[in-house]
């Protein structure tokens, strides 16, 4: 895999499933990986994950912060900026499970938090970041999303408004690729999906074709070094695509 011992690399999220894979798969790089967290509880979590995984921590930097509100955004940029004085790449992994029944019978509460804590979320990072990463002669900002975004589906009534809130994130990344393009920003931004069930840390006992989360987290890497995609939805689909973009050779293939 790509040596990154020199990359700053921020990912949001890095606390929660998917996210303790991509941070995994960083660290495996060299890269100096911050995450941040509103709990220390999730954060003290992930170290002791990864040190069971033999995966070393001494790059790992976590901060307790909520990077999915303007003053909390804004708090851990001016720490991340005072203690580093830069960032190379962004991953963000944000939101959560919320299953719902009828969509029509969704509380407002739970309208606002859904869309808050993924869209919104979101919005709140990259608005944040972007004019750091901007800063930075190449720099990636990888939006992680689910499947119902790119491809218009719903997998099961009890993930609706999930999928309201993917969409939204899905057209969120083309605007701010546009964006960078039309401003002459020099941030490659993308959307990074697993078109398959992932092994987290907390679903291990799974069907063995599935996608460790880890691997899918190596496709992020990919990303933040190959300067040829930018405003592109890239789908994982299996391990072998994991390979193939590890061993950087064959074709991207996007949703």
Do not use: C
């Amino acid at each position: 895999m790509t040596d990154q011992t020199d990359s700053i690399v921020l990912v949001a999220g890095g606390a929660g499933e998917v996210g303790a894979g991509i941070a995994r798969a960083f660290l495996e790089t060299g890269a100096t990986v911050i995450v941040p967290s509103r709990s220390s509880d999730h954060l003290d979590d992930l170290h002791g994950h990864l040190e069971s995984s033999g995966v070393a921590t001494d790059q790992l930097t976590p901060l307790v912060g909520n990077i999915g509100q303007i003053d909390g955004a804004k708090q851990l940029r001016d720490t991340i900026l005072e203690q580093f004085g830069y960032v190379d790449t962004v991953v963000a992994s944000l939101g959560g499970p919320q299953p719902i029944d009828r969509l029509i019978d969704v509380p407002l509460e739970i309208w606002d938090q859904v869309i808050d804590n993924f869209m919104t979320a979101q919005f709140v990072a990259a608005r944040t970041f972007l004019p750091i990463l901007a800063e930075r002669v190449d720099s990636t900002y990888t939006l992680v999303n689910g499947l119902s975004g790119p491809t218009g589906t719903i997998a099961a009534p009890a993930a609706s408004l999930m999928a309201v809130a993917s969409a939204g994130e899905h057209m969120l990344m083309h605007a701010l690729a546009k964006d960078a393009t039309e401003y002459g920003a020099s941030v490659r931004i993308n959307e990074l999906v697993p078109l398959t069930p992932l092994i987290t840390r907390s679903k291990t006992d799974t069907d063995p074709e599935w996608l460790p989360a880890e691997a899918f987290g190596s496709v992020a890497v990919a990303l933040a070094t190959d300067s040829d995609h930018h405003g592109e939805t890239i789908g994982v689909y299996s391990r072998t695509d994991v390979r193939r973009w590890e061993e950087g050779s064959g074709e991207w293939t996007p949703v």
